[in-house]
């Protein structure tokens, strides 16, 4: 099945430095991927949506120059984290959605495939 | 705005015993509802799914029947095993919203042998 790969899968970083996570779609091409902040014991909250070679669409209270996305090909998208401060620390996971006319038909096309997370910790 | 409200955990039981965790939503329209499964170092998985009133979800023994009345989709399974041990997550999606998923807080789920 459809496989997304996150790295680095834990990373701590001192407050000030920037830190960038990767999403990979190892099998397939992803036209558009998601990226989700998870706080301890709260709700998935979705940061932004990337579509391959556009800009991200943020959601509404997440920084755009603080959560740097580029999606720049069919199996990658990055999230940098800038100037990060402890507040920053959290659990980031993306998810990624297979394309159309990949020989999946409609029924992959709606499928998301998660990665297993990111966990940041900022001292 | 979409909400979801599932029961909070952790929830520990015996091998075999029956499993239910609470999930009601709050949702514009006719959403689509889903259960996700997060395994120990993975990521989530789709469990399984419902889009309309009435429809039941079923995957690996467990069941969820979406309730429009009373804006439930509550998650059971008659006899848990070890391996079912996870983190599960309740969620929707809203028509026309393009993928966007709105989770629950998740519930995690020990059993023991």
């Known amino acids: 099945g459809a496989v997304v790969s996150q790295h680095p899968s834990r990373v701590i970083c001192k407050s000030g430095t920037s830190v960038k996570i990767e999403c990979r779609s190892l099998?397939?091409?992803?036209?558009?991927m998601f990226w989700y902040r998870q706080f301890p014991k709260q709700s998935l909250m979705l940061m932004a949506t990337s579509n391959e070679g556009s800009k991200a669409t943020y959601e509404q209270g997440v920084e755009k120059d603080k959560f740097l996305i580029n999606h720049a090909s069919l199996t990658l998208s990055t999230l940098t984290v800038t100037s990060a401060h402890p507040e920053d620390s959290s659990f980031y996971i993306c998810?990624?959605?297979?394309?159309?006319?990949?020989?999946?038909?409609?029924?992959?096309?709606?499928?998301?495939?998660f990665g297993a997370g990111s966990r940041l910790t900022v001292l | 705005g979409d909400s979801v409200t599932q029961m909070e955990g952790p929830v520990t039981l015996s091998e075999e015993a029956f499993l239910t965790i609470n999930c009601t939503y709050t949702?514009?329209?006719?959403?689509?509802l889903f259960w996700y499964v997060q395994y120990p170092g993975e990521g989530l998985q789709l469990l399984l799914k419902a889009t309309k009133a009435d429809d039941k979800g079923s995957n690996k023994g467990f069941e969820a029947t979406y309730r429009k009345e009373t804006t439930s989709f509550h998650l059971e399974k008659g006899s848990v095993q070890v391996s079912d041990s996870a983190v599960y997550f309740c969620a929707l999606r809203s028509g026309g919203s393009n993928y966007k998923l709105t989770f629950g807080k998740g519930t995690l789920l020990t059993v023991n042998p």
């Open positions: 998810s990624a959605r297979e394309g159309l006319g990949q020989g999946v038909g409609a029924a992959g096309a709606n499928v998301l495939t």
């Open positions: 949702a514009t329209g006719y959403p689509s």
């Open positions: 099998d397939f091409q992803a036209t558009t």
